[in-house]
């Protein structure tokens, strides 16, 4: 009777130890260890005779966490749990975290299990959507489109590749709406050439035409010029000769005058001569007569 009770009592005396290990992908393992307590496993060797050493007097249990997250007790039911979660930061479109978990359960999973290359396939598919997520968020819409392309082929869940197919919808609509603002922007940039060409191209016809006018008018003043300064001489030089004229003629009519004025006198000398000559020889005569 007092075996009955002692023995039980003693088995549950136990001893624990706790072991920390950080697997690849992330997650911690923790690993607890449980023994019998040697001095109450003798007694209850004692109390059996011998019977209780037959028994198990050391265990094993695992948990295993991701940072916080506590994702279960074995390999398999931990990488389901990571895959979970990180199904669930790939619909939200966070494929940083989404990555870092499909990651985890990869590494974690037992080798070789059936879930395995799926896991795989996950975390390499939103690796390259991340690189696709930088491309969008850079403007880079086409070289985004392609990414969540790549990373759709490679992904083989359906919650994982309808997404990256979202993705690349929205990657595809921005790139059009880009490529269509650029065609906008080029189109608008080719009208204003245009029309600045043809302004300039009409300034430089008015500045052409001015500059002619100002030709023809700077000609024709010089024409102008040319030919009044030619009427001008002319006139000077009609004068000159008409003033010439004058002039001889008025020097030859004092000429005349003068010439006519001297046989005048010549004539008028002649006929006083002759008077005084006739007068003489008549008085000459009367007095021979007388």
Do not use: W
């Amino acid at each position: 009777m007092l075996a009955a009770v002692a023995v039980p009592v003693l088995l549950s005396i136990k001893d624990k130890a706790t072991k920390t290990e950080l697997l690849p992908g992330g997650v911690t393992k923790y690993t607890t260890m449980t023994q019998t307590n040697t001095t109450a496993r003798v007694l209850a060797g004692v109390f059996t005779l011998g019977f209780t050493e037959l028994m198990t007097h050391y265990t094993e249990s695992y948990h295993y966490f991701y940072g916080n997250e506590y994702l279960g007790e074995t390999k398999n039911q931990a990488a389901d749990a990571a895959n979970k979660k990180a199904l669930e930061f790939c619909s939200q479109g966070e494929f940083e975290e989404a990555k870092k978990l499909f990651n985890a359960a990869y590494h974690t999973c037992v080798s070789g299990s059936s879930d395995e290359r799926k896991f795989e396939n996950s975390r390499d598919a939103t690796n390259i959507a991340v690189e696709g997520q930088n491309l969008l968020n850079n403007g880079k819409f086409s070289e985004a489109q392609a990414k969540f392309q790549e990373a759709y082929n490679l992904s083989d869940v359906s919650e994982v590749y309808s997404k990256f197919s979202s993705c690349k919808n929205a990657a595809q609509i921005e790139a059009e709406k880009l490529a269509a603002e650029k065609l906008a922007a080029e189109k608008l940039a080719a009208e204003k050439l245009a029309a600045e060409k043809r302004a300039a191209e009409k300034l430089a016809a008015q500045k052409r035409a001015a500059e002619k006018l100002a030709a023809e008018k700077r000609a024709a003043e010089k024409l102008a010029a040319e030919k009044l300064a030619a009427e001008k001489l002319a006139a000077e030089k009609l004068a000159a000769e008409k003033l010439a004229a004058e002039k001889r003629a008025a020097e030859k009519l004092a000429a005349e005058k003068r010439a006519a004025e001297k046989l005048a006198a010549e004539k008028m000398a002649a006929e006083k001569l002759a008077a005084e000559k006739l007068a003489a020889e008549k008085l000459a005569a009367e007095l021979v007569g007388g």
